[in-house]
């Protein structure tokens, strides 16, 4: 059963940095990998992805040059990296897999999903 598993969430003041991780007990070198988002109320939206080498990176406007993903296989893990913070940063963060593509911001393209993990930015 492929499990991912995020942590690394928490509260942050405005500003404030932190850094996510994604365990995932498949063998990650295979997948894409991507973080996703969703605020209370709000659709889930794209944040991050990264393809299988890492050499394709993509991210949302809204969180470039303050968002860092990466991975690092022999670990079978993917971080997200987050610094200068926003109280709209608030959200339920989900890392996900794709097997066939190489990390686009289409949540339909993802095939699994970890559970989230919180991340509340306080003003």
């Known amino acids: 059963q492929v499990q991912l598993v995020e942590s690394g969430g928490g509260l942050v003041q405005a500003g404030g940095s932190l850094r996510l991780s994604c365990a995932a007990s498949i063998r990650a070198s295979l997948y894409a990998m991507g973080w996703f988002r969703q605020a209370p109320g709000k659709e889930r939206e794209f944040v991050a992805a990264i393809s299988q080498n890492g050499v394709n990176i993509n991210y949302a406007d809204s969180v470039k040059g303050r968002f860092t993903i990466s991975r690092d296989n022999a670990k079978n893990t993917v971080y997200l990296r987050m610094n200068s913070l926003k109280p709209e940063d608030t959200a339920v963060y989900y890392c996900?897999?794709?097997?066939w593509g190489s990390g686009t911001n289409y949540p339909d393209h993802y095939e699994y999903w970890g559970q989230g993990t919180q991340v509340t930015v306080s003003s």
């Open positions: 996900a897999a794709d097997l």
